[in-house]
């Protein structure tokens, strides 16, 4: 399974970005998509999850601001940002679940800043 994320770069504050995770490979049976990201000098962190059977969660940091959502014909997730802040800069990951194992995108940056 290999996530291939797309969408980061630039955003004002206040403005809207979208983030997508394509997973391609043996995807049968995904479970849940999630978004991690990562800020310099600080750990990982998640965003937003959401499984196979449509439950979300969110990141305090987020909730109001973010939406996850997946397609599961495509094997698909995606991350609507809306109202960035410069906190929410970073380097955002998509992370699968199969079973028990999962995998991670390459990263995108995206940078919050006027």
């Known amino acids: 399974v290999q996530p291939v994320e797309s969408g980061g770069g630039l955003v004002r504050p206040g403005g809207s970005l979208g983030l997508s995770c394509a997973a391609s490979?043996?995807?049968?049976?995904?479970?849940?998509m999630a978004w991690y990201r990562q800020a310099p000098g600080k750990q990982r962190e998640l965003v937003a999850r959401?499984?196979?059977?449509?439950?979300?969660n969110y990141a305090d940091s987020v909730k109001g601001r973010f939406t996850i959502s997946r397609d599961n014909a495509k094997n698909t997730v995606f991350l609507q940002m809306n109202s960035p802040q410069p906190g929410d800069t970073g380097v955002y990951y998509c992370?699968?679940?199969?079973?028990?194992?999962?995998?991670w995108g390459q990263g995108t940056q995206v940078t919050v800043s006027s």
């Open positions: 992370n699968l679940a199969q079973g028990t194992n999962w995998y």
């Open positions: 490979g043996n995807i049968f049976g995904l479970n849940a």
């Open positions: 959401v499984t196979s059977g449509g439950t979300t």
